[in-house]
């Protein structure tokens, strides 16, 4: 039963406690023991509240959340899939979750030898010659690529006229932000009727101005770039590198891997693509992978096998440096690496093929019901539905829609985005979800296009089936009230 939940403060009544400490024994604490400046002057702002008002508050919330354990989550783009509890096991193994990054090397081989041997693993995956650990995330992870390509630049001379970086129209709006962050003017390149990027509107925009170019594949239509391999020759015929954005790396593991389509430089999301559960800010993680000719750039250290064990290796005089507090988020990379090795080369294939199988499955069905943009050709592991029809004869967006989907259920994918499909709405659903999930996800779309031929009406106010029904989006997002004050009055 879910019902609005109070905060925490204004359950608070004067004098209720939850814990009774001991009284303190020690004589003269803790006037004489801190010093008058660490001293509060007033007792801090707290809830006074039972333990029983304290375990109800906190389970009440946890129940209003919406979470891949409790049901399906469409979302496009970011692959939130379900992650297996064995590998949560393995992170919160003792030998691994109480090491502490300061503790000498011949302490750690364990953890040294998991990092070593995930590196060897996604470079096998992926076809790259190296790869560091240390980014926190995929956009730290894009960040560091692109800083990895200007340092080639800058060893080569031409730093200073490389100043431009491509970025397809359908790219993550990560891509642009990176390179503008790093330092680069962006140049857009158009799509091709097809979805794919336009060769001859490539060939246009690049020069010896181009310092890379970066591109995710399949893209965020769910199309593979077929041309990449002409891409690829384009760029580098330019003197530029080619950067692959691996938030779409759930639809090629065991069939496809950049290195080997020409790409020089390569972030994973760990946290999607290799289980982590993803969303609400937890850690992530976002290895880059480097060609041969990028090896001497990469963050130090790197872990190296020496005699019979591991250490960091410090010594890269080309180095861009470190880019993250000790060596990235430990936790995350056993998660990965108890997820490559329980799954084998088999397992990671069979993970794509089904994505892939499942996203098809899916488009299939609603061709009828909704505009889907390139429906006549395979997707990979998401395609992108288009709600301008039903926008169009029924005033229903895309928005509506999602905001509909709720009530059945369903966590609403990704809407408007890409960019360049009006009314968009991006459908992911992963390998993990079986037929009887993708069949009621169906029904409820299907149910979804006929009310808004039927009953249009009902859609503005939607949900209905939540606590807080629909809300002014606007002003939550300029005007967002993120902490209590207390009233004094």
């Given at each position: 039963m879910l019902s609005q939940e109070k905060l925490i403060f204004e359950k608070s009544r004067k004098g209720r406690v939850g814990v009774s400490l001991p009284r303190c024994d020690v004589p003269g604490a803790p006037s004489t023991l801190l010093p008058e400046s660490f001293r509060r002057s007033e007792d801090p702002s707290l809830p006074e509240v039972s333990e029983v008002d304290?375990?109800?508050?906190?389970?009440?919330?946890?129940?209003?959340?919406?979470?891949?354990?409790?049901?399906?989550?469409?979302?496009?783009?970011?692959?939130?899939?379900?992650?297996?509890?064995?590998?949560?096991?393995?992170?919160?193994?003792?030998?691994?979750?109480?090491?502490?990054?300061?503790?000498?090397?011949?302490?750690?081989?364990?953890?040294?030898?998991?990092?070593?041997?995930?590196?060897?693993?996604?470079?096998?995956?992926?076809?790259?010659?190296?790869?560091?650990?240390?980014?926190?995330?995929?956009?730290?992870?894009?960040?560091?690529g692109v800083f990895l390509i200007k340092a080639y630049h800058r060893?080569?001379?031409?730093?200073?006229?490389?100043?431009?970086?491509?970025?397809?129209?359908?790219?993550?709006?990560?891509?642009?932000?990176?390179?503008?962050?790093?330092?680069?003017?962006v140049v857009e390149v158009a799509s091709n009727d097809r979805g794919n990027v336009d060769i001859e509107a490539l060939k246009a925009v690049v020069g010896e101005d181009t310092a890379g170019m970066m591109l995710t594949n399949p893209n965020t239509l769910g199309l593979f770039e077929k041309d990449i391999l002409e891409i690829a020759e384009?760029?580098?015929?330019?003197?530029?590198?080619?950067?692959?954005?691996?938030?779409?790396?759930?639809?090629?593991?065991?069939k496809i891997r950049p290195g080997d389509m020409g790409f020089d430089v390569l972030h994973l999301n760990l946290h999607k693509t290799f289980s982590t559960p993803h969303g609400g800010g937890g850690p992530g993680s976002g290895p880059v992978g480097v060609s041969r000719r990028l090896l001497p750039f990469l963050p130090t250290p790197v872990v190296v096998e020496k005699g019979d064990g591991y250490s960091l290796d410090f010594d890269l005089p080309d180095s861009i440096g470190k880019v993250r507090s000790f060596y990235g988020n430990f936790g995350v990379l056993v998660r990965a690496y108890a997820y490559i090795m329980s799954m084998g080369a088999e397992g990671l294939l069979s993970a794509s093929e089904n994505a892939v199988l499942n996203a098809n499955?899916?488009?299939?069905?609603?061709?009828?019901?909704?505009?889907?943009?390139?429906?006549?050709?395979?997707?990979?592991?998401?395609?992108?539905?288009?709600?301008?029809?039903?926008?169009?004869?029924?005033?229903?967006?895309?928005?509506?829609?999602?905001?509909?989907?709720?009530?059945?259920?369903?966590?609403?994918?990704?809407?408007?985005?890409?960019?360049?499909?009006?009314?968009?709405?991006?459908?992911?659903?992963?390998?993990?979800?079986?037929?009887?999930?993708?069949?009621?996800?169906?029904?409820?779309?299907?149910?979804?296009?006929?009310?808004?031929?039927?009953?249009?009406?009902i859609f503005h106010d939607a949900p209905y089936t939540t606590v807080v029904s629909r809300l002014d989006e606007t002003r939550a997002a300029r005007k967002p009230v993120l902490r209590w004050t207390e009233d004094k009055g």
């Amino acid at each position: 039963m879910l019902s609005q939940e109070k905060l925490i403060f204004e359950k608070s009544r004067k004098g209720r406690v939850g814990v009774s400490l001991p009284r303190c024994d020690v004589p003269g604490a803790p006037s004489t023991l801190l010093p008058e400046s660490f001293r509060r002057s007033e007792d801090p702002s707290l809830p006074e509240v039972s333990e029983v008002d304290v375990v109800r508050h906190f389970t009440n919330l946890s129940q209003l959340n919406f979470g891949v354990d409790e049901g399906f989550y469409p979302l496009g783009s970011c692959t939130m899939k379900y992650n297996p509890k064995l590998n949560e096991n393995a992170a919160r193994l003792s030998g691994f979750s109480n090491i502490h990054p300061l503790q000498a090397e011949k302490t750690v081989q364990g953890a040294l030898k998991l990092m070593y041997d995930l590196s060897t693993m996604l470079c096998e995956i992926t076809g790259m010659a190296g790869m560091t650990l240390q980014p926190a995330a995929g956009a730290h992870g894009e960040l560091t690529g692109v800083f990895l390509i200007k340092a080639y630049h800058r060893r080569n001379g031409d730093e200073g006229t490389r100043t431009k970086i491509i970025v397809p129209d359908s790219a993550h709006g990560t891509n642009p932000a990176t390179a503008s962050v790093a330092g680069y003017d962006v140049v857009e390149v158009a799509s091709n009727d097809r979805g794919n990027v336009d060769i001859e509107a490539l060939k246009a925009v690049v020069g010896e101005d181009t310092a890379g170019m970066m591109l995710t594949n399949p893209n965020t239509l769910g199309l593979f770039e077929k041309d990449i391999l002409e891409i690829a020759e384009i760029v580098h015929g330019a003197g530029g590198l080619l950067y692959y954005d691996g938030a779409n790396a759930n639809a090629i593991l065991g069939k496809i891997r950049p290195g080997d389509m020409g790409f020089d430089v390569l972030h994973l999301n760990l946290h999607k693509t290799f289980s982590t559960p993803h969303g609400g800010g937890g850690p992530g993680s976002g290895p880059v992978g480097v060609s041969r000719r990028l090896l001497p750039f990469l963050p130090t250290p790197v872990v190296v096998e020496k005699g019979d064990g591991y250490s960091l290796d410090f010594d890269l005089p080309d180095s861009i440096g470190k880019v993250r507090s000790f060596y990235g988020n430990f936790g995350v990379l056993v998660r990965a690496y108890a997820y490559i090795m329980s799954m084998g080369a088999e397992g990671l294939l069979s993970a794509s093929e089904n994505a892939v199988l499942n996203a098809n499955y899916i488009m299939k069905r609603l061709e009828g019901e909704f505009d889907i943009p390139f429906s006549d050709v395979p997707c990979k592991h998401e395609f992108v539905i288009s709600g301008e029809k039903q926008h169009a004869e029924n005033g229903v967006s895309t928005l509506d829609m999602a905001k509909r989907l709720i009530d059945h259920g369903v966590h609403p994918p990704t809407i408007y985005f890409p960019l360049i499909v009006h009314e968009a709405m991006m459908v992911e659903p992963t390998e993990t979800e079986g037929k009887e999930t993708l069949d009621r996800f169906v029904d409820a779309m299907i149910e979804i296009a006929k009310e808004a031929k039927e009953k249009p009406e009902i859609f503005h106010d939607a949900p209905y089936t939540t606590v807080v029904s629909r809300l002014d989006e606007t002003r939550a997002a300029r005007k967002p009230v993120l902490r209590w004050t207390e009233d004094k009055g």
